[in-house]
């Protein structure tokens, strides 16, 4: 008797899994990985980590393989870390320190002060108390990390995007003027004398306004003896915000002050050839810096990237190495064996295409069923990923002919082809299809692009 087509979705997906974890029993030879090929070079090689991810075995395998280098991606803010004043929860942070100690990894700590994910008690103090309350933020959390971190961003973010080269209106610079930086700073150095301090930020990747306003204050924090060591580069780049021309050069004259430099934050979206070339040169950019001490992409696996559907990662949601992986292996001088890994379906360096469209085919009170085709382009596919975004509080009950998995929102889906439907010839086309379920809200999900491979 056939299996039932849920079964076999099932099934399907446990042979995927016990493929993935074969690949990552793999033992590497040195320099054959990202953080080995770094230090290699003298540098390391990081990602942004999530502890609620730590306990899915692909990855925490693909981190511990590959990375030596981890940044909490959320669990050290403000918000987190002191949701009410003066009562300080690190037990998610501690997770991931933890989890580094005992693989022998730096730690990024990010970040004591900024104006996004900060509780809404802090944005409410006057003057006096908001100073009293970032001072002691930064020495109850330092403290508590102190001799487990290597560098703080100490500050992030407090410049303005655009010509100005002002600081950003913000509950610290709107209530303390712009020496509350100067004061984070001395705070953060009374604490821990060993961890560096850092600034970070994004869009100050290449020289503009914004690079110009934050190299000044380096400047004047050199001349002045205010202990700064490093600043960090975010690096999140798309076809709106490309890697500078001058990227490189905006690194070295970070570092001709006196400072070294870090790549915080990096991600790059698109797929294939360009992205892989972006990556590498971003790579290549540090290592011609030398005082550019290592690298961190923000994320593992696209699956969980903060811009999913972009797929910005070295590794794709099956933590299968994209060309960009590729890249930026080859760019640290390392010698992979390419590709590998992706579980099946995968076609590292193919060039083809794919366009999708949406169908709501049938609606009832509290659910519809949607359907969308996947067309090649005009060269032959081998796999393909769409991603839809739906509006809470609808949920997906049920999903045919591909493999879903969701972002940490529980909002996102990617669908990657399924075992049989993912080859498809130039301009051919297949479909899956699933249920949702409306909970009340009878929105249409928003489609994203489509991304073969
Ligand atoms: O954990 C809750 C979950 O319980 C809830 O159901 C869900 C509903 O929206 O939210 C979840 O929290 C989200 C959190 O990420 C964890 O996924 C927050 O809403 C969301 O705002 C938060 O986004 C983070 C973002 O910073 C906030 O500004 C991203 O994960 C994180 O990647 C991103 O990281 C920043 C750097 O810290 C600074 N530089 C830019 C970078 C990218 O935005």
Redesign the pocket.
């Known amino acids: 008797m056939p299996m039932p087509r849920r079964a076999a979705q099932v099934f399907t997906a446990v042979l995927l899994a016990a493929s993935t974890v074969t690949a990552l029993s793999h033992t590497a030879a040195a320099a054959d990985t990202l953080g080995s090929a770094a230090a290699g070079k003298g540098r390391y090689f990081g990602a ?1 980590v ?1 502890a ?1 991810h730590l306990g899915e075995s692909a990855y925490a395998g693909t981190l511990d393989r590959e990375f030596n280098q981890v940044t909490p ?2 669990e050290m ?1 403000w918000d987190a870390t002191e949701g009410s004043r003066n009562t300080f929860t690190f037990g998610n942070a501690d997770q991931i320190v933890s989890h580094a100690q005992t693989q022998n990894m730096k730690v990024r700590g ?2 004591l002060v ?1 104006h ?2 900060l509780p809404s008690w802090v944005s409410g103090l006057g003057a006096t108390d908001l100073r009293s309350a970032m001072n002691n933020h930064i020495t109850q959390v330092m403290q508590h990390y102190k001799g487990k971190i290597y560098a703080w ?1 100490v500050v ?2 407090a410049y303005q995007d655009g010509s100005s080269g002002a600081l950003r209106s913000s509950p610290f610079a709107d209530k303390l003027g712009s020496g509350f930086i100067e004061e984070a700073f001395r705070t953060a150095r009374s604490v821990d004398a060993s961890a560096k301090l850092c600034y ?3 869009n100050t990747d290449g020289v503009n306004a914004k690079s110009n306003a934050v190299y000044a204050m380096v400047k004047d924090f050199k001349s002045r003896g205010v202990p700064i060591d490093c600043v960090g580069f ?1 690096s ?1 780049f798309n076809s709106a915000s490309p890697v500078p021309s001058d990227y490189q050069a905006n690194l070295q004259r970070f570092t001709d002050l006196g400072v070294d430099v870090q790549i ?2 990096l991600d790059i979206e698109g797929s294939g050839t360009a992205q892989a070339n972006n990556y590498s040169n971003v790579v290549k950019a540090c290592l011609a810096v030398t005082r550019c001490t290592g690298l961190t992409v ?2 593992i696996t696209d699956k ?4 999913s559907s972009g797929t910005p990662l070295l590794f794709d949601s099956n933590y299968g190495k994209k060309p960009a992986y590729d890249a930026a292996l080859a760019a640290l001088g390392g010698s992979g064996t390419g590709g590998g890994g992706d579980g099946g379906g995968g076609n590292p360096g193919g060039n083809g295409s794919c366009t999708v469209s949406f169908t709501r085919t049938s609606d009832w009170n509290d659910g519809y069923n949607g359907e969308v085709v996947v067309k090649a382009g005009s060269a032959p596919i081998n796999g393909w990923t769409v991603t839809l975004t739906f509006t ?1 509080p609808q949920k997906v009950a049920s999903l045919w002919n591909g493999t879903p998995s969701w ?5 996102v889906m990617t669908v990657r082809a399924a075992s049989y439907n993912g080859s498809l010839a130039a301009g051919a086309s297949t479909s899956f299809g699933f249920t949702a379920v409306k909970n009340g809200n009878n929105s249409t999900p928003t489609l994203g692009t489509c991304t073969a491979s």
């Open positions: 942004a999530a609620n991606e959320n803010k990010h970040t900024w996004s994910q961003d992030n973010e970070n930020d994004y975010q999140h915080t934050e923000w994320g969980y990237s903060w811009r809470p972002d940490s929102s529980g909002n």
